[in-house]
Every structure is written in structure tokens, then in C-alpha cells.
């Protein structure tokens, strides 16, 4: 079955430490987004991607850094920058400007910071 | 640009009542317009969605959702709700034309009550 697979499903990061969130789709979407979602403030968009070798900023982009080398895969990087990383990383694809088709959504990764 | 507004954070309800999750939206454009459920420590997926046609959308678990355009709504209802609905509910749209990004709501954490 075609779908998103984030993976780890948890992770924890010790401060000042990069950590590396995995998003691999076989959807043969060519668009893919990261969102962050904390308690009570829905959904924020980190980056996103609709073309390979390609990626824009979203709203709260700082601290954090992506790829997109190939189709498949939309790895996000937290840095040391991100001041605050302890959140649930959702992955998200489409096809190209996803409109009515909306988007899919993988199972997520809790980060927290120890 | 485009907004949601989910008119409510937290909505509880006695299993089998009946509910309605409000979401309003602003655009001066034409939108699509989604409902996502989240079950806890779990991934978005989608509800139900209104593209065009008739105003009244369902889901295949008894959720429906009526595109009211000279109100700016698009509300989720359910006439009996189950102990298995308690999730929380995001409300998104994305412009017709342009269909790029799909801004989302705040979300409704829906609690049910035995």
C-alpha cells in the first residue's frame, strides 16, 4: 500500500545536539511538507517542497533545515538554533499545488529534548 | 490570503448526542475546503473534503459537512457520536486557483462522555 512512513516514531535529542527526522513516500507525490504541532496551536508548516532539488520556508522555518534529493524522501533537520524542538513533526505530500486533492499525512515523530 | 478560524478548542459531548464542530473561513477567492481527524499520537487523515457540486459532503463514519458560502462555514456535524470519534478535528482550505498550500485551523479536541 502506498503511504508516508516517518520514522522514529520517537526521539530524543540532548541540547545542542542536530537531530535528523526521516520522510520517505511512495506515493509518487512531487510535493512534501513538515509541520510542527504543539498543545492547543494546531498545525505550523516548517518547509516545504514541490519539486525536487527545491524547497521553500514556511512560517517558522529557523532552527530547522530539509533536503529534497530525491522524489521519495524529505528529511528534516533540527538544530542546535531551534531553541525549543520538544513537539510532535508531522510529514505531509501531494501531488504538485495538492488543491482539492488534499494532502497525506504520516504518523508523525515526538521529539523531546533531555 | 486565506484563514480558518475553528470556533471552539475543546467540545465535549455525552456518547450517542448529537455535535457540531464550527470552522469559518475568510477568502475573497474561490476555496476548497477539507475536515482532518487526528486520533491521539497518530497522523492527519482525511475527514471529508467540499470541491464543488453540492453543498453537503459525508464521511463513510457519519460525519457530514455543509459548504455555506454566504456565511463563510463549512461546520462538521455528527447526529450520534461514538466513544471511537474522540479525536481532535482540524478544519483547512486552499485556494482554487492558485492550490498550493493548505492552511489549517487551530483544531476541536473532541472529548466523549459514557
Known amino acids: 500500500d502506498g503511504g508516508i512512513t516517518q520514522s522514529p516514531k520517537y526521539l530524543f535529542r540532548k541540547e545542542g545536539q542536530n537531530v535528523t527526522l526521516s520522510c520517505e513516500q511512495n506515493l509518487n507525490h512531487d510535493a512534501m511538507y513538515w509541520y510542527r504541532q504543539d498543545p492547543g496551536q494546531g498545525l505550523r508548516l516548517i518547509y516545504y517542497?514541490?519539486?525536487?532539488?527545491?524547497?521553500q520556508k514556511g512560517d517558522i522555518a529557523e532552527g530547522y533545515s530539509v533536503s529534497r534529493e530525491k522524489k521519495e524522501s524529505f528529511p528534516l533537520t533540527v538544530t542546535s538554533a531551534q531553541k525549543n524542538p520538544t513537539a510532535f513533526y508531522l510529514c505531509?505530500?501531494?501531488?504538485?499545488?495538492?488543491?482539492?486533492?488534499?494532502?497525506?499525512f504520516g504518523s508523525g515523530t515526538r521529539l523531546t529534548v533531555v | 490570503a486565506q484563514s480558518v478560524t475553528q470556533l471552539d478548542s475543546q467540545v465535549p459531548v455525552f456518547e450517542e448526542a448529537p455535535v457540531e464542530l464550527r470552522c469559518n473561513y475568510s477568502s475573497s477567492v474561490s476555496v476548497y475546503l477539507f475536515w482532518y481527524v487526528q486520533y491521539p499520537n497518530q497522523g492527519l487523515q482525511l475527514l471529508l473534503k467540499y470541491l464543488s457540486g453540492s453543498t453537503l459532503v459525508e464521511s463513510i463514519n457519519g460525519f457530514e459537512a455543509e459548504f455555506n458560502k454566504s456565511q463563510t462555514s463549512f461546520h462538521l456535524r455528527k447526529p450520534s457520536v461514538h466513544i471511537s470519534d474522540t479525536a481532535e478535528y482540524f478544519c483547512?482550505?486552499?485556494?482554487?486557483?492558485?492550490?498550493?498550500?493548505?492552511?489549517f485551523g487551530s483544531g476541536t479536541r473532541l472529548s466523549i462522555r459514557p
Open positions: 517542497s514541490q519539486i525536487v532539488n527545491d524547497f
Open positions: 483547512a482550505v486552499s485556494l482554487r486557483s492558485s492550490a498550493s498550500k493548505i492552511i
Open positions: 505531509a505530500s501531494s501531488i504538485p499545488h495538492g488543491g482539492g486533492a488534499g494532502y497525506t
